[in-house]
Structure formats: C-alpha cells, structure tokens
C-alpha cells in the first residue's frame, strides 16, 4: 500500500473512531465533522517546482539520461526537465554510431536538438561518450593502429569541436576496464579498441589528448561501472594512475554506479573516497545512476540465468521503501563529498529504463519517476530529506 492510501485509510479511520466517540457519548459530533478532515493531497504526490536540483544546488548538478522523445515540445517529461533538473546526458545520440554512422560523415542534427533544449532552459550537457567498445561503426576499428589514432583523433576533434563550449563533461573513454583481473590485458578491456590498436592502450591517451586539444575547458573523464566492487574499483584505479603519472589530461572519474537493492551503498561511496585519497584535484561524477529493484545473483548478468522473479505491476511497498531509503543513503552520501560534482540518473521514467530490458526482460522501476510521471517515493527521499519514508 502506498502511503497515500495509508494516510487516506488512517484519516477515515480517525473520521470514523470521531464519529463513534462522538454517538458513544451522546455529544453534538454529527458524522459531517468528517468534513475537517484536510483534503488529501493527489496520489501520488506531486514535486514542487525546483525540489530536487534545489536540494543539492550548492553540491552537484543533478542530471538525467535521456533521447528526443522526452524534449519534444508539450511532453510532461520536458516540463520535468526542465524544473527539477540541472545537468542532461544523451542516453544514446552522442555515441559515435549515432553521430558518424559512416566515416567522415556527421550527423549532429538529433544532438544539437538536445542541445539547444538545454540551453533554451538553462540545463547543462554532459557529453557521453567519445569512445566506446559498442555502439561504434567497424569503420573505426580497421587498419593500422596508426591508421586507427588517426581516424579516432579527428573523430574527438571534430565532435569535441563541434560541442565546444556547450558541453562540460566528455566522458572520452567509457568502460576501457576490464571485468576479469586474469585477463592477459589487465586492467585493460581486450576490446576492439585495444586489438585495433596493436593491443595496446594507447588508444586512451589518443582519446584524451585530441579531446583536450578541441577543447581546453570541457572537464574530461574515465567512465566506467561497477567501481562499488573492490576488484574493478582496483583495476580502474590503477588505470587512472598509469594516466596521471604519464601526464595525460583527465580531469575526473565517472562511476555509471548501476546498482540494485543488494549493492552496498558504503562500497559505492568508497568509490569515490577512494579516487580522492589517491588523486587530489580529480572530480567526481556519478553518471548512470539507477537502483533495480531486483537482486540478481552475478549469474543472471552473465547467463540469463537465476534472474529474480518479476514483480509484474506489483511492487512490495518494502521495496519501494528500501530503494528510497538507499537512494537517500546515496545522495546524503554523495552530497557530504565535495569532489562529487554531478549526479546522473541513467533515464528520467520507470517505463523508459533500459532496465526493462536488462539482464532479462521483466518490468523494472529503478528510477525517480514513475510511467504515470509521478514523482515516486525515492524522488521524496532525495528532495526533501524531512520526508518519512
Ligand atoms: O536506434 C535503434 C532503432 O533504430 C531500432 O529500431 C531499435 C530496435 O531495437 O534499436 C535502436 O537502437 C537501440 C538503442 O538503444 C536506442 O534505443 C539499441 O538496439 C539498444 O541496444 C540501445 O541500448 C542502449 C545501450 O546503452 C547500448 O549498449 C541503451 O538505450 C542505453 O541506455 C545504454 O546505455 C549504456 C551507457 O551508454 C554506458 N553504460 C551502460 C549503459 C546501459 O547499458
């Protein structure tokens, strides 16, 4: 039961027990005296304009993943936007499979729409992502490493180019870590990048410095997930010393922080605790945040296999509860590190998460508003930390 019908219940309750008072003792208390009862608010509940990118105003931005549809012009989802939001990610029209679909050819025309949304309404761009080992076209893959530097560096230059001075974060290379600490290329991904490459890592510094070259001011980040697990968090870490010592120009660390109501909140905030101790002056991002409400043993990801059993339409109460209350854990979390200067949702509405699809395909509800585009009780938890949950 939602608290909404909890409060109503409780109300009529306290209705009805005045009503009976009122007859066991013969007192004037006719049952119209229901009618004190305050009137209930909608259900669900509503945001005030402003409540959640207010909250942490004077901490981080707080952004949302998201594709055309949403900004298209009278939709609710822009209304959203545009008043509890400070900070935008293209959830798919700024990978290079969208932009360069064949080499040398650009089309910009889906992300300078989301462009333009966002400065018309005074929201910010996060850039994702320049470099990826999936939605990216063969074409970057073939020749030689030289031949592959080459095509890469003008790709980063002309897109960085492009977005330069509307756009405050790249993340330049996204997931180059790998998931396997025996892998013969650790702490590097064996992707195509790295083959395409002559096996080598060099393609990260390739990356970062023709980022750096189109645009001295854009804030520049390793992304990557699972950093809430000590042995990627390892890996990841080494990774972004080996670019440091080396000088290569990165300015932060995005942690996607997929997680489910199983992950553990502390190892999410040591992730950043950790880049911290390690790396002064690096920022911190949180940029694909979301909390399944499933928790899938680690075979589920891999095989398809033991995935949690579907809630279908009917989520416990208990689980909405626990997904607010580590939502709040999170952000009180990321709200008391400094460093963290921008938190991403990975998707605005339940109904438009990729998490309906992944790691199988189950109706999921892992984010701050619902299909219905009411706020949900995780979006209370975050914007108004007096709220019960
Ligand atoms: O655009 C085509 C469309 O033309 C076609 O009709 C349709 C049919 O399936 O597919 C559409 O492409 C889909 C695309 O999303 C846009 O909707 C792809 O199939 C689908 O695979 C793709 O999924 C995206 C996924 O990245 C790709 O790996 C998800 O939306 C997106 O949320 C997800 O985001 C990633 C981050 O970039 C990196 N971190 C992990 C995160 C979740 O996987």
């Not at 207010?54 to 998201?66: C, D, H, K, M, R």
């Not at 870590?177 to 290329?185: M, Q």
Request: net charge negative; hydrophobic share 40%; charged share 20%.
């Amino acid at each position: 039961m939602n608290i909404n019908a909890r409060l109503r219940l409780k109300l009529l309750a306290g209705a009805a027990f005045f009503a009976l008072v009122g007859c066991g003792r013969g007192k004037e208390l006719p049952l119209s005296s229901a009618a004190v009862v305050p009137l209930l608010p909608p259900s669900p509940p509503t945001a005030a304009d402003g409540a959640l990118k207010g909250q942490y105003e004077s901490n981080f931005l707080v952004g949302a993943a998201i594709g055309l549809a949403q900004i298209q012009s009278e939709t609710e989802d822009a209304d959203i936007l545009v008043k509890q939001f400070s900070s935008i990610t293209a959830e798919n029209i700024m990978k290079p499979q969208s932009l360069s679909p064949a080499e040398g050819v650009y089309n910009f025309a889906d992300a300078d729409a989301l462009v333009n949304f966002s400065e018309a309404n005074g929201i910010a761009i996060r850039g994702h992502t320049l470099l990826w080992h999936r939605q990216t076209p063969d074409y970057f893959f073939q020749g030689t490493p030289i031949e592959v530097k080459d095509r890469l560096q003008k790709y980063i230059t002309d897109v960085v180019t492009h977005f330069k001075g509307k756009v405050y974060a790249w993340d330049v290379v996204n997931e180059v870590v790998t998931d396997n600490g025996s892998d013969i290329t650790a702490p590097y991904r064996n992707s195509r990048w790295y083959q395409a490459a002559g096996n080598s890592k060099d393609y990260i510094d390739w990356a970062f410095e023709a980022a750096r070259a189109a645009d001295p001011d854009t804030k520049l980040f390793l992304n990557d997930y699972n950093t809430e697990t000590s042995g990627k968090r390892t890996r990841l870490l080494a990774v972004v010393k080996d670019l440091i010592d080396r000088g290569i120009p990165i300015d932060g660390v995005g942690h996607q922080h997929h997680l489910q109501l199983s992950s553990n909140v502390d190892q999410a905030l040591k992730a950043i605790d950790d880049v911290d101790a390690l790396f002064s002056g690096l920022i911190n991002h949180i940029t694909e945040l979301d909390i399944s409400v499933y928790s899938d043993p680690g075979e589920c990801f891999s095989s398809g296999e033991n995935c949690a059993t579907s809630y279908g339409d009917n989520v416990p109460e208990s689980v909405i509860n626990d997904q607010a209350q580590m939502y709040r854990d999170l952000f009180t979390g990321f709200a008391a590190r400094p460093s963290v200067k921008s938190v991403s949702l990975w998707g605005l509405t339940d109904d438009a998460s990729w998490l309906n699809g992944f790691p199988v395909e189950r109706p999921n509800y892992p984010l701050l508003y619902d299909k219905d585009r009411k706020v949900k009780k995780a979006f209370q938890a975050v914007s108004d930390l007096n709220f019960v949950i």
